[in-house]
């Protein structure tokens, strides 16, 4: 594991809005999280009735999938544990210059034929809480492997450095693919175990899950602490309806 970034990895951060870092959890780790999402999975209170962790999407004939669980650290403590890992915490530290707070997380399971996402930025949802944007960022950790097949993330490099882009009509919280012409997308390929971390503002998107198996995957959000803890205003009584034990 890394104990923190060095000056390149920074650089490379602020120039494209993202990073990636290979092999940064262990084959012991990833294997614990597999068996932790198994458990998640199998639990029919969260995803056979309506709760708000459990986030509903489409799959590719329209059937509702429930493909989300945000938050997730309530359920979980193996995932609680990984929020406060030494190491990703002296990684944040020095992107933020300055200690992190958690701002949310979630798993995202997509099993095979769920949709994405459609190109957005995150800080568009975010906004509202009055954090900056250059505070607060987000750690992709790869469970399964990703790669386009099976619908990984894809970024667009340096666009973080235009602040908000312009929004559809139809879709104020989405990024108009106008916006983005003229920038070469990177699908970020990842294998177990790897971290991506990518600014607020850098424009994303998935595609779907074509493959025959899920792809799993947890997101932590942090801010830089210095701005306040978010946590509890921003999830609210989300946090208190499962009673799922630890």
Known sequence: MLSALTKQQQTEYRQKGYITIQNFL???????????????????????????????RRDINGNPVRDRLDPVIHLSSIIRELVHNVSLKAILYSLFKGEPTLFKDKVIFKPPGTKGYDLHQDYAYWEQTGLPAHGVLSVQVAIDSANAENGAIVLYPGLHRSGRLPAPKNALSDVCISAVEGVEPEVIATQPGDILIFHSLTPHLSGIN????????????YNASRYGDFYHSYYGNRLTTSSLSM
């Open 210 to 221: 074509h493959s025959s198996q899920a792809r799993r995957t947890l997101y932590l959000s």
């Open 26 to 56: 262990t084959t012991a780790e990833i294997e614990q999280l597999c068996a932790e999402c198994d458990r998640l999975k199998a639990q029919p209170d969260l995803f056979f009735q309506h709760i708000p962790e459990a986030d509903v």
